[in-house]
């Protein structure tokens, strides 16, 4: 597989904001790089799930159902509008000081993976791209489609922390104000589920 074409395409894409990285640095923001890594393990295993199922063809599948993808958009606003309106009636309950108020790793770990796997962008870039890299002679590789799925995982791991970094600093500028951080992050979230809905 030719690595340096593999990163060229997919950093910058990778880096570009979306659900996933708004996500992260909303979560960064609110809670911080370190209890973020729960949220953004599950995003990785998720879209190490995409991109598997991508390269066996059910991206190629999906992308012939609009409804399915309608469906799916608008499960996931739901869901990510639920979470923003939960974060927005805490009342700054989410206080650095107050641990026990935080969520759990596990609702971390299922928060991200909904977020990503949720994602229609991701099946049909990935649907689209992956294909590409596998060997024509044996498109079904293991060795192969395992490499493509470790350095994709790699890659997107980078753009997250990149993400959740700059919200964990934004944070820290708007320490005094955590009312104010929580309403910015919930309609964050919310905007994001109306995007999933509606676009």
């Not at 909303?26 to 370190?34: F, P, R």
Request: charged share 10%; hydrophobic share 55%; net charge positive.
């Amino acid at each position: 597989m030719n690595y340096p074409l593999f990163f060229a395409t997919l950093l910058p894409i990778s880096l570009m904001p979306g659900i996933n990285m708004t996500y992260a640095m909303s979560i960064g923001m609110s809670l911080g790089y370190v209890r973020a890594l729960p949220m953004m393990s599950g995003q990785l295993a998720s879209l190490a799930f995409v991109a598997i199922c991508c390269m066996l063809g059910v991206g190629a599948i999906l992308a012939h159902y609009g409804f399915a993808f309608k469906v799916l958009n608008v499960i996931a606003g739901l869901y990510l509008l639920y979470l923003g309106a939960m974060l927005f009636f805490s009342k700054g309950q989410l206080s650095i000081t107050k641990v026990s108020r935080l969520p759990s790793k596990k609702q971390m770990f299922l928060n991200g993976a909904m977020v990503c796997v949720s994602n229609p962008k991701a099946w049909i870039f990935l649907s689209a791209l992956l294909p590409t890299f596998l060997d024509a002679s044996d498109p079904f590789s293991l060795p192969r489609m395992l490499s493509i799925t470790v350095t994709l995982v790699f890659i997107e791991f980078c753009s997250l922390s990149v993400y959740a970094l700059g919200g964990a600093i934004l944070k820290k500028f708007l320490q005094t104000h955590l009312r104010l951080l929580g309403i910015f992050t919930a309609v964050i979230i919310c905007g994001i589920g109306v995007l999933m809905m509606f676009r």
